[in-house]
């Protein structure tokens, strides 16, 4: 390490506390975003226990992260109160542990792999919008959010498990995991975190909403194992051994991949779709070109890749939208050696948090980054901009394994329900955002349809 590297700026922090009660008082968004301003594209926060939080805000510390040092920056014990809810699984595995999970579950998610799911997609989608047609087409307001949650939902159980699922088992287990996530911040936050097995109040809330988890997602795995053999990823895990112990994984191994491929294959799927009928209803410029689109390409019925090429304009929307409204946006590692990154001292042991929404609008990489423009993503205007500056699925090796899902699927989506409908939101509801790792609005997004 250089000794001349500077230490990084930041807010003093209380003693023992650090600025643990900023994050409980304004967020975590909030209290990064305050830090940012204060303090710019690299700073750093102090955490209870003498730990300090790296925010990273800049395309080229963001490449040295991700790519040029991407061993030092290790998923690490940033990921804890991530497995203390959902075990070791793809997302939260490392070195060997991560890599044969990777392989194994790859194949489900290149471009032939999801090729093959498009019929279930399409046909979920078509269904919803049949339903839709029936009960909203006369102009009653409705829930869009908690519709499109139930819709990816019931996608990643058709394509990925091969089973049915209802709206309702996504609702508690989404709130079920939301309130898990919060006491196990809680428990980061706090002094002393006793053992789960403790029946402390917060233990018990955590043991119970573990308890809804594990109830919904057994249910699935059962329902795959007395299915008809259709060839699904769990399928596939149903089958798997695990390389170092040649045994086949057992229920809690098994548990633990499941219950993260649902949460992670619905809800960020689910928010970047209600992000992009609410960046519409303030953008009804965009919204003629995707209406011409959604004619040519939002029939029901069969559906092969060439689709998403004849639709660019809702590509572009889709990602100006994974722009301003990044679900994952926070990308966190833990810093195993001491690093320099642009002058500054990173230190062995913190954890370095990756601020994609601050970087997506950083306003020497992006012209008038806070508006909606989805004509910066046209394949000659994004050509010149810096790798690292657009990051919504991360990069590098641990870069989100169900990109290509998520966009294709979002574009079938938005095809064919504007195909049918032209969907109202009031431009001036208030929207408040919710306290989950996901950002997206709490409480629902209210719409209302009007046939087309
Ligand atoms: C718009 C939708 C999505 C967004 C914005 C998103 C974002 C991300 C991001 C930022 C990461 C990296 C996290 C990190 O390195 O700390 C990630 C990883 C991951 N995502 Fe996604 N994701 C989306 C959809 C999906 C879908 C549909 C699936 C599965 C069906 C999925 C499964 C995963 C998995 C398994 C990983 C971990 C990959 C690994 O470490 O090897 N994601 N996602």
Redesign the pocket.
Known sequence: MSVEARPLPGPPGLPLVGSMLTFAQRGVFDTFGQLHAEHGDLARLRLPGGKVAVAVAHPDGVERI?RERRQNYI?GS??DPIRLITGT???T?EGAA?AW??RL?QPA?TREGVTKLLAAMGDSIDAMVERWARLYADGRPFDLQRELVAL?MRI?GR??FGVELAGEGAESSGRAFDAALSIVHARGAASVALPLAIPTPGNLRLRRALATLHREVDGIIARARAGEGEETLLSALLHASDPETGAALDAVQLRDEVI??YL???E??A??LTWTFWALARAPAAVDELLAEADQGGEPGPVTPALFESLPWTRQVLQEV?RLH???PL???TVVEDDVIGGYRIPAGAHAVIL?HLLHRHPEFWEAPAEFRPERFADAAIAGQHRYAY????A????????T???W??QLALARILRRFVVELDPKAPLRLAASTVHRPAGGVIARLRAR
């Open positions: 991700l998923k940033s990921y699984n793809l997302v595995a991560w999970r990777r579950a998610f990816t990643v394509t990925l993260m491929l992670a294959g619905h960020t799927t928010t970047l994974l990044p679900p994952a990308v966190p590692r994609i990051l919504p699925f991360s590098g090796p641990r870069t989100c394994i169900g990109n899902f998520a966009l699927e979002s």
